[in-house]
């Protein structure tokens, strides 16, 4: 069964950067689309970005120009850059399959709290 289980969340003043990572088993991690999404409470899960087998990234508008999305597929492992956080950037991340469901299975998440 695959599991995803994230790391690198943490407390950072605004403007600064963190770097998160999700390692993958259970799957044959380079068949995967990778996907980075994040919850805030009360709201629903947002798509950050993604990454394709071949490693080429793709984002949402609010992640463009300051998240990088990269992988390491002999590590089953993949990360997301963010750099000049915002407050509303704020959430608990987790990584999936690109298109996974809210029903699907998701990991733990990592806690971003972006604060002056």
């Known amino acids: 069964q695959v599991q995803f289980v994230e790391s690198g969340g943490g407390l950072v003043q605004p403007g600064g950067s963190l770097r998160l990572s999700c390692a993958v088993s259970?799957?044959?991690?380079?068949?995967?689309?990778m996907g980075w999404y994040r919850q805030t409470p009360g709201k629903q899960l947002e798509l950050v970005g993604h990454i394709t087998r071949d490693g080429t990234p793709g984002y949402v508008e609010s992640a463009e120009g300051r998240f990088t999305i990269s992988r390491d597929n002999a590590k089953s492992i993949v990360y997301l850059q963010m750099n000049s956080l915002k407050p509303e950037d704020t959430a608990k991340y987790y990584c999936?399959?690109?298109?996974?469901?809210?029903?699907?299975?998701w990991g733990q998440g990592t806690q971003v709290t972006v604060s002056s």
């Open positions: 999936n399959y690109f298109g996974a469901r809210p029903d699907s299975y």
């Open positions: 259970g799957f044959v991690f380079s068949l995967l689309v």
